[in-house]
């Protein structure tokens, strides 16, 4: 009966193996290949958003040391950039300014002074811009962007809107390019208002309100599209 068994081939078993041998190291080459691509991606991926980081951050920093920032910090500004808007009958108004807080402070007649011309805000003047032509106190304002300073008072103050609105602070204010100049009446707040607000408000048809508020003092004017 065991005359009938073939002797195995152990050539063609070794060559066998010896082929699946290279197989399997192939494939465990080229998965650890992918392995280090993929590493390599991921880090590649978080250095990047590491350098955006690190150039936002100084970005941030040097905004603030030209803000007159002793040195650059990576808290909230004390005076944050604020915007004030809205649609009045058609015309978009619209008040760009930094709000500083009392933060415990006399602020009207102390940091403040009084009969002197004030950004009405901090760092960068006071802008205004209005959509369409408007009238303010009888004057007619073409339309456009301009700079809006006061001169606070102990029992009026003076509104000024000025045809140069890039600045920083009062520093190039020129009296002789005012196109408006009113007195209005402060009016007195019970409570004290922490920051600097501005609010644009539609008083009906063609009309509207502009106003700021800061400690206990509140000022507003009207004005009506031409």
């Known amino acids: 009966m065991l005359t009938n068994i073939k002797p195995i081939n152990i ?11 290279i197989m ?18 991921i880090t590649s991926c978080e250095n990047k958003s590491g350098s955006t980081e690190t150039e936002a951050d100084e970005s941030a920093n040097t905004e603030a040391m030209h803000n007159g920032d002793a ?11 604020k915007a004030a808007m809205a649609m009045v009958d058609g015309n978009n108004v619209h008040i760009d300014f930094s709000s500083p807080s009392t933060r415990g402070r006399v602020i009207f007649g102390g940091l403040v002074a009084l009969n002197e011309v004030w950004v009405t805000g901090a760092h960068k003047a ?4 209005f959509d369409k032509p408007v009238k ?17 008072g102990e029992d009026t103050w003076t509104i000024i809107i000025n045809t140069n609105w ?32 501005y609010y644009v408000e ?25």
């Open 24 to 41: 399997f190291s192939r494939k465990t080459y080229a998965s650890s290949f992918c392995a280090v691509l993929l590493l390599f991606f």
């Open 136 to 152: 303010i106190n009888g004057q007619e304002i073409k339309a456009g962007k301009y700079g809006f300073f006061t001169i606070p």
């Open 166 to 197: 890039d600045m920083h602070l009062a520093d190039d204010y020129d009296q002789a390019e005012d196109i408006l100049r009113i007195e209005v009446n402060p009016e007195n707040l019970d409570e004290t208002q922490e920051t600097l607000e």
């Open 126 to 129: 006071t802008s205004i811009e």
């Open 71 to 81: 040195e650059p910090s990576t808290k909230k500004p004390a005076s944050p950039r």
């Open 11 to 21: 050539s063609i078993f070794n060559s066998s193996l010896t082929n699946h041998k």
């Open 202 to 226: 539609s008083q009906g048809e063609k009309k509207g309100r502009i106003s700021f508020a800061w400690d206990k003092t509140k000022v507003s004017f009207e004005f009506s599209n031409l």
